[in-house]
């Protein structure tokens, strides 16, 4: 069975309590849930004095689920909790209740306008390595060649705090 790793965030409204519905859904659609600590930070990639909560989660889903399978079941997942849109008419990004973003499946290399995989910003992004790293020590990016780890000393900017949340790990 395929391992799955998705980051979840949010920096408006009951962050925790979004994240928790969220993890909620997924293990009632998929099995072997694992989720890690909760990773405090800044938004990335515009200016709000809303910082995020994300987490990371990993599952195995079945292996006749296509890529896009399993992308389209997590945005059915966030948009049935907050279907407001992530970005601008202009494409700026913005403050939001809920975004759940798909990193990676094992090693797959998807690129189609809908998805692709391995995400193509996780190598720049703490709030995303963080999570990675905690579930997945020894994943390999499989078109950069590193790991986690290794990509994390080339972006640490020591903005993100990592806290460990029981009601989320459960």
């Given at each position: 069975?395929?391992?799955?790793?998705?980051?979840?965030?949010?920096?408006?409204?009951?962050?925790?309590?979004?994240?928790?519905?969220?993890?909620?859904?997924?293990?009632?659609?998929?099995?072997?849930?694992?989720?890690?600590g909760?990773?405090?930070?800044?938004?990335?990639?515009?200016?709000?004095?809303?910082?995020?909560?994300?987490?990371?989660?990993?599952?195995?889903?079945?292996?006749?689920?296509?890529?896009?399978?399993?992308?389209?079941?997590?945005?059915?997942?966030?948009?049935?909790?907050?279907?407001?849109?992530?970005?601008?008419?202009?494409?700026?990004?913005?403050?939001?209740?809920?975004?759940?973003?798909?990193?990676?499946?094992?090693?797959?290399?998807?690129?189609?306008k809908?998805l692709?995989?391995?995400?193509?910003?996780?190598?720049?992004?703490?709030?995303?390595?963080?999570?990675?790293?905690?579930?997945?020590?020894?994943?390999?990016?499989?078109?950069?060649?590193?790991?986690?780890?290794?990509?994390?000393?080339?972006?640490?900017?020591?903005?993100?705090?990592?806290?460990?949340?029981?009601?989320?790990?459960?």
């Open positions: 069975m395929p391992t799955v790793y998705v980051n979840i965030g949010s920096n408006i409204g009951n962050r925790r309590s979004v994240l928790e519905r969220a993890v909620a859904c997924i293990k009632g659609r998929w099995c072997n849930v694992r989720v890690s909760v990773v405090e930070s800044e938004p990335w990639g515009y200016d709000s004095p809303n910082s995020f909560l994300n987490v990371g989660v990993a599952f195995e889903c079945d292996s006749e689920s296509s890529p896009l399978d399993v992308h389209r079941e997590l945005q059915y997942i966030q948009n049935s909790i907050c279907g407001d849109s992530h970005r601008t008419d202009g494409g700026v990004y913005v403050d939001r209740v809920i975004d759940i973003d798909l990193i990676a499946i094992d090693s797959e290399i998807v690129d189609s809908e692709q995989l391995p995400h193509p910003r996780m190598h720049m992004r703490e709030f995303v390595l963080v999570p990675m790293m905690e579930l997945a020590s020894g994943w390999v990016h499989p078109v950069f060649g590193l790991t986690c780890a290794k990509m994390l000393a080339k972006v640490s900017k020591s903005s993100v705090s990592v806290s460990y949340d029981s009601i989320l790990m459960d």
